[in-house]
C-alpha cells in the first residue's frame, strides 16, 4: 500500500498530481469522471517525449463538458504516476490549442490509468491511497 499526500486547487478543487511519461514530468489533474488519460497534443511536441501514434482507422470520440473531441491513441513506453509504473500505455492526446483552449495543466489522469489497482481518495486527510 503507497499513501500519497495531495493538495487541492483553492480555485477549483482540483486534484494535481505529477507523472512521468518517458522520464518526462507533467502536471494532470485526476479526473475520476474520465474513462480515458488525455494530455495536450503541445505537450508531446514540446517535450522529448519519445512516443509513437497508434495504428488505428478512427479517432477516438471523447464526450467533454464542452461536446465531443476526436483525439488520437498514443503510446509510451513509460508513465509513472502516484507509484503505479504503467508500461506500453496508451492514452488520448488532443490539439487544444488548435480549438483555442489553453489548458492550465498538461492533461488528464483517467480511470484508465488505475486498471488493476485499488485507489482510495481521502478528502478529510487530503491522502491517495493506492493498493
Known sequence: MKVFKFKVVPTTGAIVVKAYVNGYKLNLLLDTGATNTIIDYNILLMSEIEYMFVNSIDQPLFETA?????????????????????????????????????????GMLGLDFFQNNKICIDFVKSEITIS
Open 66 to 106: 464542452s461536446g465531443i473531441i476526436n483525439a488520437q491513441w498514443v503510446n509510451v513506453d513509460s508513465f509513472i504516476s502516484l507509484g503505479i509504473h504503467n508500461v506500453e500505455f496508451n492514452f488520448a492526446t488532443y490539439d487544444f490549442l488548435l480549438e483555442g483552449i489553453i489548458p492550465e495543466y498538461d
